[in-house]
Protein backbone atom coordinates (compact mmCIF):
# COMPACT_ATOMS: atom_id res chain seq x y z
CA UNK A 1 0.00 0.00 0.00
CA UNK A 2 0.75 4.06 -0.26
CA UNK A 3 -0.02 6.99 1.22
CA UNK A 4 0.22 10.12 -0.46
CA UNK A 5 -0.11 13.45 1.00
CA UNK A 6 1.02 16.56 -1.20
CA UNK A 7 2.07 19.67 -0.43
CA UNK A 8 3.37 23.01 -1.95
CA UNK A 9 0.56 24.85 -4.05
CA UNK A 10 -0.68 28.20 -3.40
CA UNK A 11 -1.23 31.42 -5.52
CA UNK A 12 1.20 32.45 -8.45
CA UNK A 13 1.52 35.32 -10.70
CA UNK A 14 1.59 34.22 -14.80
CA UNK A 15 4.90 33.38 -15.40
CA UNK A 16 5.84 32.29 -11.92
CA UNK A 17 7.26 29.01 -10.48
CA UNK A 18 5.92 26.90 -7.98
CA UNK A 19 6.95 23.14 -6.70
CA UNK A 20 4.44 20.62 -5.84
CA UNK A 21 5.44 17.46 -3.12
CA UNK A 22 4.21 14.33 -2.67
CA UNK A 23 5.32 12.48 0.51
CA UNK A 24 4.61 8.96 0.55
CA UNK A 25 4.56 6.50 3.39
CA UNK A 26 4.09 2.33 3.00
CA UNK A 27 5.76 0.11 1.12
CA UNK A 28 5.25 0.15 -2.46
CA UNK A 29 6.45 3.36 -3.46
CA UNK A 30 9.85 2.18 -5.25
CA UNK A 31 7.86 -0.15 -7.40
CA UNK A 32 5.34 2.76 -8.43
CA UNK A 33 4.75 4.62 -11.28
CA UNK A 34 4.63 8.12 -9.90
CA UNK A 35 2.21 10.61 -11.20
CA UNK A 36 0.49 14.21 -11.13
CA UNK A 37 -2.31 14.82 -12.21
CA UNK A 38 -4.93 18.11 -12.18
CA UNK A 39 -8.47 18.83 -12.36
CA UNK A 40 -9.82 22.48 -13.29
CA UNK A 41 -13.15 23.67 -12.21
CA UNK A 42 -15.76 21.78 -14.44
CA UNK A 43 -13.53 19.55 -16.41
CA UNK A 44 -12.05 16.41 -16.22
CA UNK A 45 -9.01 15.08 -14.65
CA UNK A 46 -6.00 14.95 -16.68
CA UNK A 47 -2.45 13.60 -16.28
CA UNK A 48 0.48 16.29 -16.02
CA UNK A 49 3.18 14.06 -15.69
CA UNK A 50 4.40 10.59 -14.56
CA UNK A 51 7.57 9.30 -13.89
CA UNK A 52 8.52 5.13 -13.18
CA UNK A 53 10.79 3.87 -10.98
CA UNK A 54 13.76 3.00 -14.06
CA UNK A 55 13.39 6.75 -14.33
CA UNK A 56 11.23 7.05 -18.05
CA UNK A 57 8.71 10.15 -17.55
CA UNK A 58 5.80 11.40 -19.37
CA UNK A 59 4.25 14.85 -19.70
CA UNK A 60 0.98 16.29 -21.46
CA UNK A 61 2.14 18.48 -24.36
CA UNK A 62 0.29 21.63 -22.75
CA UNK A 63 3.41 21.41 -19.61
CA UNK A 64 6.45 19.89 -21.79
CA UNK A 65 9.15 22.32 -21.53
CA UNK A 66 7.82 23.89 -18.06
CA UNK A 67 6.99 21.66 -15.73
CA UNK A 68 9.12 18.61 -14.36
CA UNK A 69 8.42 15.70 -12.77
CA UNK A 70 11.47 14.31 -10.23
CA UNK A 71 11.39 11.60 -7.69
CA UNK A 72 13.88 11.12 -4.41
CA UNK A 73 13.09 7.23 -3.62
CA UNK A 74 15.51 7.81 -0.78
CA UNK A 75 12.91 9.87 1.06
CA UNK A 76 9.69 8.55 -0.77
CA UNK A 77 8.95 11.99 -2.05
CA UNK A 78 8.04 12.80 -5.71
CA UNK A 79 7.94 16.55 -6.96
CA UNK A 80 6.72 18.46 -10.37
CA UNK A 81 8.37 21.86 -10.79
CA UNK A 82 6.32 24.20 -12.27
CA UNK A 83 7.41 26.89 -14.22
CA UNK A 84 6.62 30.20 -16.52
CA UNK A 85 3.33 29.29 -15.11
CA UNK A 86 -0.43 30.17 -17.06
CA UNK A 87 -3.63 31.14 -15.71
CA UNK A 88 -5.14 27.69 -17.70
CA UNK A 89 -2.61 25.71 -15.04
CA UNK A 90 -4.99 26.72 -12.50
CA UNK A 91 -6.37 23.46 -10.91
CA UNK A 92 -6.25 21.02 -8.08
CA UNK A 93 -3.14 18.84 -8.63
CA UNK A 94 -3.02 15.31 -7.55
CA UNK A 95 -0.23 13.08 -6.71
CA UNK A 96 -0.94 9.35 -7.82
CA UNK A 97 0.57 6.25 -7.14
CA UNK A 98 0.56 3.39 -9.85
CA UNK A 99 1.44 -0.04 -7.88
CA UNK A 100 1.10 -3.00 -9.53
CA UNK A 101 -1.71 -1.42 -12.02
CA UNK A 102 -3.97 0.00 -8.78
CA UNK A 103 -3.77 3.44 -7.89
CA UNK A 104 -3.29 5.66 -4.79
CA UNK A 105 -4.49 9.16 -4.73
CA UNK A 106 -3.28 11.50 -2.61
CA UNK A 107 -5.68 14.21 -2.02
CA UNK A 108 -5.21 16.62 -3.57
CA UNK A 109 -3.39 20.94 -3.29
CA UNK A 110 -4.83 23.83 -4.88
CA UNK A 111 -2.56 26.06 -7.68
CA UNK A 112 -4.03 29.38 -8.88
CA UNK A 113 -2.11 30.89 -11.41
CA UNK A 114 -3.81 34.94 -11.27
CA UNK A 115 -2.72 38.56 -11.27
Known amino acids: QVQLVGSGGGLVQPGGSLRLSCAASGSGFSNSVMGWYRQAPGKQRELVATLSNGGSSNYANSVKGRFTISRDNANNTVYLQMNSLKPEDTAVYFC?????????WGPGTQVTVSS
Open 96 to 104: AANLFGYIY
